[in-house]
């Protein structure tokens, strides 16, 4: 369904993130139940830990060539992580109406 959507929606979204978002509102909306999903998430994100060993095995054979400039990419990324965390908390805040003002 999300690479249907991607095909005929005018938007620069792939196909993944439309059914990400299809099936996220089919169960919010309880037109799916989350029993019928539940197990196959289960899955997934037990395996979850298995999708970082390529990226970690690519930063491990490039550290030689990162070595000098690695403090800098971990203080990058800790940055780019807490900014994440801030905006998500934020734009959380406002979708559910929390913020005071």
Do not use: H, Q
């Not at 996220?24 to 998430?41: C, D, H, R």
């Amino acid at each position: 369904m999300g690479e249907i959507m991607a095909a005929f929606v005018p938007l620069p979204i792939a196909g993944p993130i439309w059914g990400l978002v299809l099936l996220f509102t089919a169960l919010a909306s309880g037109i799916v139940p989350l029993k019928w999903v539940e197990n196959a998430a289960d899955f997934v994100l037990g395996l979850l830990g298995l999708f970082f060993i390529a990226p970690a095995v690519g930063v491990i054979e490039i550290f030689d060539s990162i070595r000098p400039i690695w403090p800098l990419l971990a203080l990058v990324l800790v940055l780019t992580y807490l900014a994440s965390m801030l905006a998500t908390g934020y734009v959380a805040d406002a979708l559910l109406g929390r913020r005071k003002k």
